[in-house]
């Protein structure tokens, strides 16, 4: 599928040949991260989600939850209620990237002040101690 029958849906544009790159693709937005935190504990509403992820669009959790239902790690379901009623639950597929997500977050309470450090020590070098780029030619 290509963006242009799909625009405004992340994911739509043309397969990437690696599948690594692919995996990375599926989980690296924010969105999706913060999406599976909340669904890791049962189903959830979309004003749930909406109401609990701090900071997140509609139109962007629209998006997130469309394509983590086309890549098979979210299932909604449509209760014939009035309004209809829509929840969301991991499949069995999204259950199975909880616990990588978990060791990334472990990883993260462990070590993300080392890298603030880091990131403050190279704000602080002067210009020329900052290596240039190489030249692209």
Request: aromatic share 8%.
């Amino acid at each position: 599928m290509s963006d242009e029958l799909h625009p405004g849906y992340p994911g739509y544009g043309p397969e990437s040949p690696c599948h690594y790159r692919r995996a990375l693709e599926v989980v690296s937005s924010k969105w999706t991260v913060l999406v599976f935190y909340e669904l890791e504990t049962g189903s959830k509403r979309y004003s749930e989600l909406k109401n609990r992820i701090e900071g997140v669009a509609k139109k962007m959790l629209t998006q997130t939850l469309r394509q983590l239902e086309r890549d098979g790690l979210v299932r909604r379901t449509v209760y014939p209620t009035v309004p209809p009623t829509v929840d969301y639950t991991l499949t069995p597929l999204g259950l199975t990237l909880i616990e990588p997500m978990r060791i990334l977050h472990r990883w993260t309470e462990a070590h993300y002040d080392s890298v603030l450090q880091a990131r403050r020590v190279y704000d602080h070098q002067p210009a020329s101690a900052v290596a240039p780029e190489p030249d692209s030619d």
